[in-house]
């Protein structure tokens, strides 16, 4: 079973920020936070991912509570093309003894609107 | 994506037939992941394999079979022994075990799907 909790949907006004939250509250301090979105019949692309600090690509920010049981994937500036249903993924790393493999909730269906 | 590629992106299959669904990836990824995705839910770990030669059941093996003869190929053969074989299946690869202790981690990337039905 997933690990996490999400809200099922939220909506964005395009070009406003995104901030989907996720619940892990029995993460273990070496699991790792993955955040993943798919769009419809596509495979899953990854966004972003961290332990214990904040982190920040060209694609989105996240933020990890400083307890680490709550973390937030932030769009800067959704865009339509950003519809897609967001998977929040707590793991051990593939050397930390575990199989290595996501397990995926349900996820949150963002809904970019114009 | 990025280095993943999977073939055919339909495949309809009659029933009794065994299939085999491709996967190949440029990444220089040892590890390598079979999923399976039903609709409204999320991936299942059908098989993987952490380097050349050698493979482990996931989750839900039964009816599914894998080789890993080559770093870059997984293929997934789906047989007759599957009783509800119609779905979306991604392939997935991770780690090159010659970046392993730098910054790097083992994020998984996923190919396209292939998505097969039963008639």
């Known amino acids: 079973d997933a690990k996490t909790t999400q809200p099922p949907s939220m909506d964005c006004a395009e070009g406003r920020a995104a901030n989907l939250p996720c619940n892990h509250s029995?993460?273990?301090?070496?699991?790792?936070v993955y955040w993943y979105r798919q769009i419809h019949s596509q495979g899953p692309q990854y966004i972003i991912h961290?332990?214990?600090n904040n982190e920040t690509n060209e694609m989105a920010s996240l933020i990890i509570t400083e307890d680490r049981k709550s973390s937030t994937l932030i769009l800067p500036h959704a865009t339509l093309r950003d519809t897609a249903v967001y998977y929040c993924i707590v793991r051990l790393p593939f050397y930390g003894g575990s199989q290595g493999n996501l397990i995926f909730g349900k996820g949150t269906k963002l809904s970019v609107k114009p | 994506d990025g280095g993943i590629t999977q073939s055919p992106k339909y495949l309809f299959r009659k029933e009794g037939q065994n299939v085999t669904l491709s996967c190949e990836q440029n990444?220089?990824?040892?590890?390598m992941y079979w999923y399976r995705q039903d609709p409204g839910q999320g991936l299942r770990l059908i098989y993987y394999s952490q380097i050349v030669n050698d493979f482990q059941k996931g989750d839900i093996a039964e009816g599914y079979s894998v080789s890993r003869e080559k770093k870059e190929s997984f293929p997934l053969t789906v047989t007759s022994a599957q009783k509800n074989p119609t779905a979306f299946y991604l392939c997935?690869?991770?780690?090159?075990?010659?970046?392993?202790?730098?910054?790097?981690?083992?994020?998984?990337?996923f190919g396209p799907g292939t998505r097969l039905t039963v008639l």
């Open positions: 029995t993460i273990s301090g070496n699991e790792y």
């Open positions: 990444l220089n990824h040892d590890a």
């Open positions: 997935a690869s991770s780690i090159d075990r010659a970046l392993l202790g730098t910054t790097n981690t083992d994020t998984q990337y």
């Open positions: 961290g332990l214990k």
